[in-house]
């Protein structure tokens, strides 16, 4: 499977766009659409960059998603691709959220997982629990 357009835009619009450097709320040098690899303070793209490196960083992160051969449908494959673009292949890997996904758990317990992953530097941020209930509704999609 790959990134559907729905996916996309959602993570157009839980990112937006920022065309120079910033550090996110645990301090790491981000550009663009959540673009986070070799980025350093300063750094300034255009918006055309920051497409292609949204759309780059999905190509590395669908084969992660890919492996999990519990994923039955576009909205499954969505969500968990989503959350492992925005939190990393790491946490993916060592989540009870893939464990329950891979255990054949029922869709609500896995939509609760998805909701348990709102903190960042240890604060509860209202991005990340707008983009889990997205994520667990497409999920059930």
Not at 30 to 56: P, W
Request: glycine content about 8%; some cysteine; proline content about 1%.
């Amino acid at each position: 499977m790959r990134a559907s357009q729905t996916l996309i835009d959602a993570i157009k619009k839980f990112e937006s766009c920022a065309l120079d450097a910033y550090q996110d709320s645990v301090g790491v040098w981000t550009i663009g659409y959540g673009h986070t690899e070799g980025v350093k303070k300063g750094d300034r793209i255009t918006l055309y960059q920051a497409e292609k490196f949204l759309k780059d960083d999905l190509a590395k992160f669908e084969p992660v998603a890919n492996k999990c051969k519990r994923i039955a449908t576009q909205g499954q494959y969505d969500a968990v691709l989503d959350f492992i673009y925005n939190c990393g292949p790491k946490n993916w890997e060592s989540s009870t959220l893939k464990r329950y996904i891979e255990g054949s758990h029922k869709t609500w317990e896995i939509q609760e997982q998805f909701l348990r992953w709102v903190n960042a530097g240890g604060k509860k941020l209202g991005g990340l629990v707008s983009r889990r209930i997205w994520e667990a509704a497409r999920y059930n999609s």
